[in-house]
């Protein structure tokens, strides 16, 4: 794939659909979410399986006051747009990265909401849930990640959890 066709690939707004089952693939951005991504293109590939890449936009971790939610709007939309330019240069520097493109179906989500909450009710219906063992989270001690913990605990289909490649000496 081009990175012209790359830039025009559609992101839709809900998560994806447990018809046809595919490798659901969490997305952030990260470097872990990177390696994971490019795991779920091999295991669509070998199930010949849809990939469905989920990214999550969280619009108010904290919540909002009282009459702020419209005056939000304009800056959730940035916030999606922002995403779904992320999710599409990880598709495509995943690809640059590997020995050959994906051959396959993908589709990209980006869908507002608590991260963990889209993701498992994302993967309900889906073959596989992929992914990285730490996101963008600030605790790198931990050998995993908040949602890839809740993943492992509590997803309706099987988790692939994918580590760090080892460090190159």
Do not use: K
Not at 47 to 71: C, H, K, T
Not at 109 to 129: F, K, M, N, P, Y
Not at 136 to 163: I, Q
């Amino acid at each position: 794939m081009t990175t012209t066709e790359s830039a025009a690939r559609p992101v839709r707004s809900s998560a994806p659909g447990p018809n046809p089952p595919g490798i659901l693939a969490a997305c952030d951005g990260s470097d872990g979410s990177l390696w994971a991504l490019d795991r779920a293109m091999t295991e669509a590939e070998r199930y010949a399986l849809p990939l469905y890449v989920l990214g999550v936009v969280d619009p108010a971790p904290g919540g909002y006051p009282p009459g702020m939610a419209e005056l939000m709007q304009e800056s959730l939309e940035r916030l999606n747009a922002g995403m779904a330019d992320g999710l599409r240069r990880a598709v495509a520097a995943v690809e640059r990265a590997r020995h050959r493109s994906f051959d396959g179906e993908l589709a990209l989500h980006v869908v507002q909401g608590q991260a963990i909450e889209v993701l498992l009710a994302g993967a309900v219906g889906q073959h596989t849930l992929v992914v990285g063992a730490r996101g963008n989270g600030g605790f790198s001690r931990l050998l995993l990640g908040s949602v890839s913990t809740a993943a492992v605990h509590h997803a309706a289909c099987p988790v692939l959890v994918v580590p760090a490649p080892p460090a190159r000496p």
